[in-house]
């Protein structure tokens, strides 16, 4: 697996350009939980290759951790490590997701 | 002048991918001020077509205003449209952006 940057190497350009997606914000909500998710229990009607395409955007730009467990990926968010570069920004940014996720509803 | 979105179509995955750049994120600290600021007094050294192209990418996402004024385009913040849609955000991100300025000195 692969590279994660260290907390260090966090940039807020990257995190904002990650989170520029709409499918990339729906993931980031799911993680929000705190918990462990598998590649395929986070959003239905994605293919596969494309949901490893945006897991890697978010992994390389320091918003999730990933690690493999058996024959799964297990996917979390590195709140920890964005919390403390940069203080309220996530809960900002899940906060306004989910509004706009309750919007559209 | 071109279009703004209105308060409604501003949708959060463009708000975040356009301020998914170092240079738009110095934009965007300069124009908390909260004044309108003509388009070369916001940031030195990077050529005015290049910058064109940046208040294009904020306006279109809805992050700032423009208006011509004589024979100048004047910038300013959204901050009430945007306060308005992800309350909370635009602090959240313009906090983010001056602390890792901050360290970067």
Same mark, same amino acid.
């Given at each position: 697996?692969?590279? @994660?940057?260290?907390?260090?190497? #966090?940039?807020?350009?990257?995190?904002?350009?990650?989170?520029?997606?709409?499918?990339?914000?729906?993931? *980031?909500?799911?993680?929000?939980?705190?918990?462990? @998710?598998?590649?395929?229990? #986070?959003?239905?009607?994605?293919?596969?290759?494309?949901?490893? @395409? @945006?897991?890697? *955007?978010?992994?390389?730009?320091?918003?999730?951790?990933?690690?493999?467990?058996?024959? +799964?990926?297990?996917?979390?968010?590195?709140?920890?490590?964005?919390?403390?570069?940069?203080?309220?920004?996530?809960?900002?940014? #899940?906060?306004?997701?989910?509004?706009?996720?309750?919007? +559209?509803?």
């Amino acid at each position: 697996m692969t590279a @994660h940057p260290e907390r260090t190497q #966090i940039q807020l350009a990257n995190v904002l350009a990650a989170m520029g997606s709409p499918l990339r914000l729906r993931i *980031v909500r799911v993680l929000a939980d705190g918990g462990e @998710h598998t590649c395929g229990s #986070i959003v239905d009607g994605v293919a596969k290759s494309n949901l490893t @395409h @945006h897991y890697r *955007v978010l992994r390389e730009a320091g918003i999730i951790w990933q690690r493999p467990s058996g024959r +799964e990926t297990l996917q979390s968010l590195r709140r920890d490590d964005l919390d403390a570069r940069f203080p309220g920004l996530l809960d900002a940014l #899940i906060d306004a997701a989910c509004l706009e996720a309750a919007a +559209e509803v």
